[in-house]
């Protein structure tokens, strides 16, 4: 039930993937409004705390998520040619590895001038004791066109499983959605 097996995913991968998805789409739209605001806007430091706090659960559930999914099986892969099956790997590996640099892009962002992150009111995460000249414009550009690229890849990542799921109709997208046993 909450493991993987051959046939599909469990209910831990289930769920974080639809967790973390609708995070991640929020955080996007987030970043971009709130770069919009000005300092005398009510939210212009309420909307930035959030981002950083929900960025810092998100990079904990992502490493989560990667432990987890050496802790488990792989489901077979979905039938179909090579070259299909080797950009399904291919992309998903692309899309754990833009999610971990856009995280640490932002962590760096946000620690730039040594100074640590609140989470939620609740922990601090500390500032790394070294940073490098103009690291909070390098590391923004990075952030900021990475968040791009990576819904750039969800947008193939939505179209494959919409392709899998009513064209070859092999359950693509279902076994995302529910457990299979
Ligand atoms: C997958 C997760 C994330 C997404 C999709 C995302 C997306 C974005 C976007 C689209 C922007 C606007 C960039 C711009 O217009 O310049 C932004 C800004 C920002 N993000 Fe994130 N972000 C994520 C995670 C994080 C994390 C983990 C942190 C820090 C802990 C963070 C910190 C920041 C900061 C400080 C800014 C403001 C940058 C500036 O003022 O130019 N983000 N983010
Ligand atoms: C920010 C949005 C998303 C991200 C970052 C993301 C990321 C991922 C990753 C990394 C995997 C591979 C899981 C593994 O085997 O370890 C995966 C699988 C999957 N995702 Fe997403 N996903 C997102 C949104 C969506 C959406 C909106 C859909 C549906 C329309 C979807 C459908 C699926 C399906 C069906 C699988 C299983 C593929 C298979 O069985 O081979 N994902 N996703």
């Known amino acids: ?17 639809w967790l973390m998805a609708l995070a991640i789409f929020f955080m996007f739209g ?4 709130m770069v919009e605001l000005t300092y005398y806007d009510p939210w212009y430091k309420g909307a930035l705390d959030l981002h950083k706090s929900i960025g810092i659960v998100l990079l904990v559930l992502l490493l989560f998520r990667l432990i987890w999914r050496q802790l488990n099986v792989k489901p077979a892969e979905l039938p179909g040619p090579k070259l299909e099956q080797a950009a399904a790997k291919i992309g998903h590996i692309a899309l754990y590895a833009l ?17 640590p992150i609140m989470v ?11 940073s490098f ?14 968040a ?18 009513y064209i070859n109709k092999d359950g693509g997208l279902s076994r995302m959605l529910k457990v299979n046993k």
């Open 133 to 146: 000249e103009n690291q909070e414009d390098i590391v923004g550009d990075i952030h900021f066109w990475l």
């Open 30 to 33: 987030l970043g971009l409004y």
């Open 148 to 165: 791009w690229v990576l819904m750039g890849f969800v947008a193939g990542h939505i179209g494959a499983a919409i392709k899998h799921q």
């Open 99 to 115: 999610m971990f640099v856009i995280m640490i892009s932002g962590y760096l962002i946000s620690t730039a001038d040594g100074r």
């Open 120 to 130: 939620f009111e609740i922990f601090e995460v500390p500032a790394l004791p070294w």
């Open 1 to 17: 039930m909450l493991k993987n097996t051959e046939k599909g995913y469990g209910l831990i991968a289930i769920f974080t993937h």
